[in-house]
Structures are given as C-alpha cells and as structure tokens.
C-alpha cells in the first residue's frame, strides 16, 4: 500500500556518518598519544588528503567554516567596502562586518541565483577592496567575469564555498578561483568533519599568515605576532573528516540519483523552477532548491503541506541578508529586487544520500 506520511519525521538533511568501528579504530592513536589538538597527526594527513581531493595548492584547516572565513578576511588586510550578496546564510555578511568592513550587497542573477557579475561593476567605489561571492547550492559563480572585473580594479576575490565541496569547473577544482575560497565541513553538509572548515588559497605565502591567525597569532613560545583567534581543527574533526572523505564520491552519487528523481517529477512543470544544469560544472548536489513562481500553490503553501505530513523543508535563504533584523537599519531588501523574490519562492526539499527514493515519490505526490 503507498504510505501517506514517511514513519519518521524528514528533515531537509541528515549527516552521513562511516561505519562506526572504523571512526573508533581512528581514535586508538588518540588515547595512546593523548595528542587531541593543536595540529596533530590527523590533522596533518587531512589537511594533505584534503588538497589532493580538491586539486588545489595550497588549503588551511579550520575548526568550522565560518571561522575559516573570518579569518582568511583578516589574513587579507582589507580596509573600507566589501562586495558580496544577500542571498546566502548569515555567516558570509557576517564575517565582513566582524572585521570592521562594509558589506555592499551586490544582486543575484535569476537563473543560478550566484552574484550578478553584470551588476558587480556599478557597486565598486575607490573605497572596495574586495569581492566574496557565494557559490549558491552548488552552482559556481561566474568566475571568469568577477575574476576579469576584480583584476581590473584590483580587488581580492574570496569565494564562499561552503556549498561546492569536491566540485568541478570544467575539470578545474571549485577552490581554485579567486584569491581563496573557503569550505565548510559543518555536520549539515555534503561532507562533514561534525564541524570544520578548510580554506584553499592561490599565494602560497599567506600559510603562515593563516596558521597564525588560528592560534591566536602566536610564532613561538615566547612570541606573539597578531591578534589571532583560536580556529584550530581538533584531531577527532580531523579523524572523522578522514573517515567521510573515503565515503564522499559515493554519497554523492546517491544524492545525484535521487536529485535526478525529483527532477523526472518537477522539471516542466508550469509554474516550478529548477536550476538549469551546467554541463561545465560537476556537481555535488548538496541541496535541492524549487522556486515556486506563478505555480498554484505559492512557497509558503507548499512548506505547510509537506509540514503537515510530517516532511521538513527549509526556507534556505529566507530571508535575505539585508533583511535581517541586525541589518535592516543600515540595509535595505530593496535594492537587491532579485534575491528579495527568490528568497519568498524558493524551497529547498529534502535531499541526503540516504532518503529513501519513496519519500522522494511522497515529497513530489504532495507538492503536485
Ligand atoms: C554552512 C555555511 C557557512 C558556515 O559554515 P560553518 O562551517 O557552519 O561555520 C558559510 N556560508 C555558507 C553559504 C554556508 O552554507
């Protein structure tokens, strides 16, 4: 008989987690060296295994992903404005204002919802110093155009990548564009060291500017540099950011099979958007994003039908950045008109590799 309501509660995610044995074989060396933080063993085969897998030169770990990019800010020296988008979780505008900078909140285009690069150039003053778009649910920014504009007005371009871990652009690493991007491994995401976060950057010397950074700045035992914070990866982050990393390919590939299924359902139908497939870029189908526009039902509606049977989707990103209640007074939604709508149409369903292909049939049943 077909079920009406999934025997447990759905929520938008689930983290993945290794067999349990092979995480505790992993803390044995922790218990016999009692090395638990403080760049240690595991924390050095990560960081190594890490830049191979992402096929970038140069990678930091951190102990999550916001910190990551707070700090790589710092590490950059920037002063006045900062461009960046709305339409992405709190930790990208916030990791600006930390560091005593502007955020200037550039639009979104309406077809990957990534930083309108064709209205990036109007929003740079004398006072800009530097770009972070948002690679929004894995789909990659214009990186040639930012990357061309940036160059010209000589601005740092660091990319928030916490959505595109292990994704490809044209063959190319996700982490390789820009000045650096930052990762997030939090325990929501496509790939998770519980919490976590790993910085990749293209100039080898900012390694040691960032490894400061995250032990509060301190060089040796009787010397301290900077005003560093403590952003340091502990060896069990590491060890089961080790673990999942021999998982990740496969996780995905079960993602893509069941975002595939979704589409069979949804794509064409009138009033329902997906994000249009870039044949460029390889995905990791971290979320699974419907934008609900002039479709019978609006957004709103169809978030309280799957509530009803007991199926959580998330309003990811609702609000916008400029709308929060800490920014309102200085910011306005209004001048960022696109990511204002979308943030009212979008849902993103339910999507981990282990959701059962029936709850996919369910999910699509209820919204159609
Ligand atoms: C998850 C996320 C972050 C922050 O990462 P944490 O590891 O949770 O600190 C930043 N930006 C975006 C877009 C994210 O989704």
């Not at 309108?116 to 740079?124: P, Q």
């Not at 916008?320 to 849902?347: G, H, K, M, W």
Request: with cysteine; proline share 5%.
């Amino acid at each position: 008989m077909k079920r009406e309501k999934p025997d447990h509660p759905v929520l938008v995610t689930r983290s993945s987690l290794p067999p349990l044995e092979e995480y505790v074989e992993m803390l044995k060396p922790l218990w016999d060296s009692a090395w638990l933080t403080n760049m240690g063993q595991y924390h050095k085969e990560f960081a190594a295994q890490l830049k191979e897998y992402l096929g970038v030169p140069n990678l930091e770990l951190f102990v999550n992903g916001h910190t990551a990019l707070e700090l790589t800010l710092q590490a950059m020296n920037l002063s006045g404005e900062v461009i960046t988008t709305p339409f992405t979780f709190a930790s990208t505008a916030h990791a600006i204002v930390r560091n005593g900078l502007t955020p200037v909140f550039c639009d979104i285009n309406p077809e990957d919802y990534t930083l309108d690069a064709d209205r990036l150039e109007a929003l740079i003053t004398d006072r800009t110093t530097a770009v972070v778009p948002v690679h929004v649910y894995g789909n990659i920014c214009d990186v040639e155009r930012i990357g061309e504009i940036a160059r010209r007005h000589d601005l740092k371009v660091i990319y928030d990548a916490a959505h595109t871990f292990g994704e490809t652009l044209d063959g190319q690493g996700v982490g390789t564009f820009g000045d650096a991007s930052m990762f997030s491994f939090h325990a929501t995401k496509v790939f998770h060291s519980i919490e976590g976060g790993a910085v990749a950057f293209r100039d080898p010397a900012l390694a040691s500017v960032l490894y400061e950074l995250k032990n509060f700045g301190i060089t040796d035992y009787e010397k301290v540099d900077s005003v560093g914070a403590n952003g340091k990866m502990n060896e069990f982050q590491a060890a089961m950011g080790i673990c999942n990393l021999r998982y990740v390919d496969g996780e995905i590939e079960k993602r893509r099979a069941l975002a595939m299924r979704y589409r069979q359902r949804l794509e064409g139908v009138k009033g329902i958007r997906l994000c249009r497939e870039n044949p460029r870029i390889r995905y990791n189908y971290a979320y699974m994003p419907v934008v609900f526009d002039g479709y019978r039902k609006d957004r709103d509606q169809v978030f309280a039908d799957l509530a009803a049977h007991d199926i959580h989707a998330r309003k990811y990103f609702y609000p916008c950045v400029n709308n929060y209640d800490c920014y309102r007074d200085r910011f306005s939604e209004a001048d960022t008109p696109v990511a204002a709508r979308i943030s009212r149409q979008v849902l993103t369903l339910p999507l981990y590799a282990d959701l059962e292909p029936e709850i996919v049939d369910m999910i699509c049943d209820i919204i159609l």
